[in-house]
């Protein structure tokens, strides 16, 4: 007998992960504005629906007597999943208002100005706003997700046109500048219980260095940021979390270390689109995807301790530029792959997402 009816919010990549897991275990059901995606077969009704259409979501809830509603690694689907749980009165880890807060990047930078790791911003609605910022700046939309309509900035005339980037990719129009950091870039996945951190992991992230708009390449663990570093990261983490309202389920943190210091890019009450839950299974022995499922619905769970690493593990994305026909051949697997996914068929042309580099698939394996 099945657990439940779930929906899950989307049925791109980052989603096949969900859906594979709640297969046979719930009635699933997705949706999305598209049917196209590879989590469109994996699902038992699919809909289209638009994830931010909170109302069509509720009446879509209540028609199916829906139990739980989620997502992974979909900043734009995260208040929609806060909304209409609690409309439900559905399990839920986080309130409306905090995914709010981290889904708009002008709200995130206001509610974490006084933090140690502050990022120096403006807010833009006009190609002419003054800005009040050195050169070089990132310009991107303060609503959207995925490395869409961002652009680093390095001269001050290449403001306005930057600006209508960013805007053509914003859902309300609004712009955000913020202070462009020369440091290390890591990632954290993080999993908290009542307020408190019970699980965290750094990862180097490493963007492709032909673009500076920070472009997913690869996470590597353990990450090679210093003991120092590594534990005021881990106290940042808590305080951001406990300001924002994070207090249960997983967490993911963008972040860069600039001379010793951490500085957040990037914070979200959710599992990342990466896959790193996959990662961390195999390097550290710790699986947060059966974790989150777990915790959501209600079932029993003990977080198990990390296993120490005594190698290298990397999660690398095959990347192509948009609008390409994909090739396997040209992505070949590491020799000592453990896990790898291709998201495009021979022939496929490859969608515009960030319009440098998309991700189509990606690998797992040890150094």
């Not at 800005?131 to 959207?144: A, E, F, G, H, T």
């Not at 306005?160 to 053509?168: D, M, T």
């Not at 260095?209 to 090679?224: E, M, N, Q, R």
Request: overall charge neutral.
């Amino acid at each position: 007998m099945k657990q439940g009816r779930f929906l899950v919010l989307g049925i791109g990549p980052a989603q096949v992960d969900l859906l594979e897991y709640l297969q046979g275990v719930f009635e699933v059901h997705a949706c999305s504005n598209v049917a196209e995606g590879p989590g469109l077969l994996l699902c038992d009704r699919f809909s289209l629906i638009d994830i931010t259409d909170i109302n069509a979501l509720h009446a879509y809830c209540l028609l199916h007597a829906i139990d739980y509603v989620y997502s992974v690694g979909s900043d734009l689907a995260m208040p929609s999943v806060a909304m209409v749980s609690e409309q439900m009165s559905l399990p839920c880890f986080v309130s409306p208002e905090t995914a709010w807060l981290c889904n708009s990047k002008r709200l995130f930078r206001e509610k974490t100005s006084a933090t140690r790791a502050h990022v120096e911003f403006a807010v833009l609605t006009h190609a002419d706003d003054p800005v009040q910022l050195p050169v070089p700046l990132i310009v991107k939309p303060v609503d959207s997700q995925g490395q869409r309509g961002i652009t680093v900035v390095h001269r001050a005339e290449h403001l306005p046109g930057a600006f209508h980037v960013a805007r053509s990719h914003s859902r309300s129009g609004a712009v955000i500048a913020e202070a462009f950091l020369q440091g290390d870039e890591i990632s954290v996945s993080a999993y908290l219980r009542d307020g408190n951190l019970e699980f965290f992991m750094v990862s180097d992230r490493i963007s492709w260095p032909d673009y500076d708009g920070g472009f997913i390449h690869k996470h590597i663990v353990p990450s090679t940021i210093s003991m120092t570093a590594h534990g005021k990261v881990r106290r940042l983490v808590q305080e951001v979390a406990t300001l924002l309202g994070i207090l249960n389920g997983p967490a993911y943190f963008q972040i860069k270390v600039v001379a010793g210091k951490p500085r957040l890019i990037e914070v979200t009450p959710r599992l990342d689109g990466c896959h790193l839950w996959r990662l961390l299974s195999w390097a550290a022995g710790v699986d947060l995807l059966d974790l989150t499922l777990k915790h959501l619905t209600r079932q029993p769970y003990v977080l198990p301790n990390a296993l120490p690493m005594d190698a290298t593990w990397v999660l690398e994305f095959f990347c192509e530029a948009p609008g390409r026909a994909f090739r396997r051949k040209e992505h070949p697997v590491h020799r000592n792959a453990v896990h790898s996914c291709y998201y495009y068929e021979d022939g496929q042309i490859v969608r515009v997402i960030n319009g440098y580099k998309e991700k189509c698939g990606y690998q797992i394996y040890r150094v």
